[in-house]
T-cell receptor, first 109, second 115 residues
Framework: GQQLNQSPQSMFIQEGEDVSMNCTSS?????WLWYKQDPGEGPVLLIA?????ELTSNGRLTAQFGITRKDSFLNISASIPSDVGIYFC?????????FGTGTRLQVFP | DAGITQSPRHKVTETGTPVTLRCHQT?????MYWYRQDPGHGLRLIHY???????DKGEVSDGYSVSRSKTEDFLLTLESATSSQTSVYFC??????????????FGAGSRLTVL
């Protein structure tokens, strides 16, 4: 089936640092989404992107829909301890949402 | 999340027994989805429904069946549970009634352990 390659798999950073992660695919997607998952909870939507080249912010988070429609990027600025969790990208094609394997973020004070 | 609940939240069962997980929504949406989450695989689609009695397979549907007899409930059944079906199962619906099926809201998950 379709796969999304998400990297890095994990990140260990210090509070205050900026974070970048990305998602790539061999397929074109019409929508890119970024979710965050806390332990024991379901994924929660952070940002939704609908057009190639689109750049969208949500507080300290900024995400971009790649111009080729095959990739997306998420940046977190000035990380804080509550940013800890697993971040998933997801791409929508026809009637299905396909997920990346996740980036686990640890933030140290 | 508001509007979508899963039950049970935790279940331990033995190999070979049937298991049914329930997803209930109060948003009256046509679309409902079942995903499983495993380490290293992210979330993978099992089955989805696009209306009452209308369902289709996802990428990992083997060993699972679903039913949708009314709009608000989507049931996932493991006819004969196996250890490989130990996982966390998430139900999802579109984020808003007016949005398409491309942005989903997830339930809190059902953790299933098959011994």
């Amino acid at each position: 089936g379709q796969q999304l390659n998400q990297s890095p798999q994990s990140m260990f950073i210090q509070e205050g640092e900026d974070v970048s992660m990305n998602c790539t695919s061999s397929s074109i997607f019409n929508t890119w989404l970024w979710y965050k998952q806390d332990p024991g909870e379901g994924p929660v939507l952070l940002i939704a992107l609908y057009k190639a080249g689109e750049l969208t912010s949500n507080g300290r988070l900024t995400a971009q829909f790649g111009i080729t429609r095959k990739d997306s990027f998420l940046n977190i600025s000035a990380s804080i301890p509550s940013d800890v969790g697993i971040y998933f990208c997801a791409g929508y094609n026809t009637d299905k949402l396909i997920f990346g394997t996740g980036t686990r973020l640890q933030v140290f004070p | 999340d508001a509007g979508i609940t899963q039950s049970p939240r935790h279940k331990v069962t033995e190999t070979g027994t049937p298991v049914t997980l329930r997803c209930h929504q109060t948003e009256n949406h046509r679309y409902m989805y079942w995903y499983r989450q495993d380490p290293g695989h992210g979330l993978r689609l099992i089955h989805y429904s696009y209306g009452v009695k209308d369902t289709d397979k996802g990428e990992v549907s083997d060993g699972y069946s679903v039913s949708r007899s009314k709009t608000e409930d989507f049931l996932l059944t493991l006819e004969s549970a196996t250890s490989s079906q130990t996982s966390v199962y998430f139900c999802a619906i579109p984020r808003s009634p007016s949005s398409g099926a491309n942005v989903l809201t997830f339930g809190a998950g059902s953790r299933l352990t098959v011994l």
